[in-house]
């Protein structure tokens, strides 16, 4: 099976490198892996898979944007969990003031429902991702939190389909039940794999206040200007609507600070910004779904495609620093 993974993670390097040094990484992958248990394994195999991943997108430890991805991650690693924990915790709050918490535990837990338990399942997973990495035990981390986030999509999407059906308002529902509570999510795990290893440091006192940071934004803050936060009376009221217009006008002021800040030398305000990207993503949404409500769609579609150009056009202009040494990622 370990050989099947190495040479499967293998072919996602370019060709060029294979053939350079594809010997040497099938070396160096046997005597790590030799005599471990299967969780070892397949903690190498989604590192060396993320290399090569990492190489085709451009990614490599000198670049930039892999810079910024291991200063951010930290950030990414708690803030990916902390809003599935908040939401449940929010679940748990309302159906403890209903006096119906003993009953659903009962009902959730106690029985063979497989989709649910999973679903619990990927978001234990997203919670050892995020300790191992507050920890320093990056390998760990980044594979609990791929398998974890896998987990619940699929578990989200199956039942999700199984309630409503794909009627002829499927697009909205899974723009409001799929996209918008797990779409930042994603992307913060998307980030946190992003880092290259050798740019992982172990955990410091920076590392463990931007970890916090990440679990209290993509937790409370983030989720209350979803509407699904853990006090409820904060959910879709004015307090809501502010946290979002704020948490918005925040990235987007980091936004523009992060390209001059970079070519000054400040990795810091350009690593925020990447952290925040999902921000920028629950903004996105919220206002391509209301124009999209009100009956908006030509706006709602130019406004997603200027964003898509616009991404295009930020990722070609970004600068690579080849010449520095990258910063500390601890």
Known sequence: MSDFGSRLALLLHPARYRRERGEELASVFADTTAGAGPWAVAREVVDLAGHGVRLRLGLSSEGMLAQLAARAAPF??????????????????VEQRMGILTEVLRAEYGSLDLVFLAGQCGLLLSLVAAVAAVSGCWAAARLSALVGLLLTLVC?????????????LWALRLVHQLVLPYGPQTLWVLI???????L???????STWSALAGALIGGFVFNTALGLGPVTSLNYG????????ALGATELALLALAVPAALRGRYGPAAAALAGTPIVFLTLFMAVGHLWKVGDH?????LLGATGLLVVALRRRLPRFHDRQPPSAG
């Open 298 to 302: 030509t706006t709602a579609v130019a």
């Open 200 to 206: 992982l440091g172990p955990a410091t006192r920076r």
């Open 238 to 245: 004015a307090a809501s609507t502010a946290l979002a217009l």
């Open 192 to 198: 946190l794999l992003a880092a290259p290893r050798d």
């Open 76 to 93: 990414a690693a708690t803030a990916a969990v902390a809003g599935g924990l908040a939401s449940r915790l929010k679940d748990l709050a």
């Open 156 to 168: 989200v999407s199956i039942q999700m389909t199984v309630a409503v059906g794909w009627g002829d």
